[in-house]
């Protein structure tokens, strides 16, 4: 058995899904992973993929042709999900993702590659992406801007899965002509875009934070009017907790302007 270790990103699998179907072991003979073992197996050979960013660009290029934007769209969000690290083993996100492109480019239609869900490792990357879907789809509606001092706007989130590229995405069809910053500061990554220029993902370690910390006077100015306004349009009688935290949950409200005035209190 070959396994091949790749990173855990989009690029990183697409270019181990490169390197092992250029490897000519046999699709059987194969496992890709994200995670270097904790002990190494008898008669398994292992080997480290380095990102290719080509590699994975021809990836994408024969997964879109083949597939279509849809499905392609699937694979990407499951690439993107949180590794499952609990006791239940599950499939290696990457190897499910490496095993349904084969089975993909087998099919007489590779779109409908994720309509055989009896098929473990495709079952596995449906419910990969919908987990990613599911929180990114939370996240177009529950993130919030706040303009700092130097004009930017600023957006900080803290997501179970690696968000950025859709976010990123979304906001810069949405918001052209601003520069934007958002931050997932569990992974120190953030999307950055200059106005009237395309997105990027960018490593955040040595940035400043305190200069994250300063916002307009503006931009605090309309916090208190919103957060009077919510407030004040608040029923006493007919406040619900529960409700509230299973439409909004808990995890995404340290991030809400709102809610870190209450807290405050």
């Known amino acids: ?36 073992p904790d002990n190494y197996s008898l008669f ?10 080509e590699k994975s660009a021809k990836v994408a290029r024969t997964l879109q042709n083949r597939m279509g934007e ?21 499939l290696d996100k990457a190897d499910a993702i490496y095993k349904t ?5 087998s099919l ?3 779109s409908k590659v994720l309509h055989y869900l009896g098929e473990p490792y495709v079952n596995r990357v449906f419910q990969l992406s919908r987990c ?41 069809d949405r918001l052209p002509l601003e520069n934007f910053m958002i931050y997932d500061e569990t992974r120190r990554l953030a999307v950055l875009h200059p106005r009237g220029h395309n997105f990027f ?26 957060c009077r306004f919510f407030d004040s349009i608040a029923v ?10 299973q439409n909004l949950p808990k995890r995404f409200q340290k991030d809400i302007i709102e809610f870190q005035r209450q807290n405050r209190r």
């Open 101 to 105: 492109i084969v089975l993909a480019l």
């Open 1 to 36: 058995m070959y396994i091949f270790i790749c990173e855990d990103s989009i690029d990183g699998i697409f270019s181990g899904v490169y390197d092992a179907w250029a490897s000519r072991y046999g699709h059987t003979n194969i496992s890709l992973t994200t995670k270097f």
């Open 44 to 53: 398994c050979e292992y080997i480290t993929v380095e990102t290719d960013y």
């Open 236 to 245: 006493e009688a007919r406040v619900n907790p529960k409700l509230q935290n």
């Open 108 to 110: 007489p239609d590779s």
């Open 132 to 172: 990613m879907g599911n929180e990114a789809h939370h996240l177009l509606g529950f993130l919030r801007f706040q303009e700092l001092e130097n004009g930017v706007l600023l957006a900080r989130i803290h997501p179970k899965n690696n968000v950025l590229a859709f976010l990123g995405e979304h906001f810069s």
């Open 70 to 90: 849809e499905t392609y769209s699937e694979l990407c969000q499951a690439a993107c999900a949180l590794e499952y690290t609990g006791r239940k083993k599950m």
């Open 201 to 226: 993902i960018t490593d955040t370690h040595g940035l400043d934070l305190e200069a994250l910390k300063h916002l307009s006077p503006k931009e605090l100015e309309y916090q208190k009017l919103w």
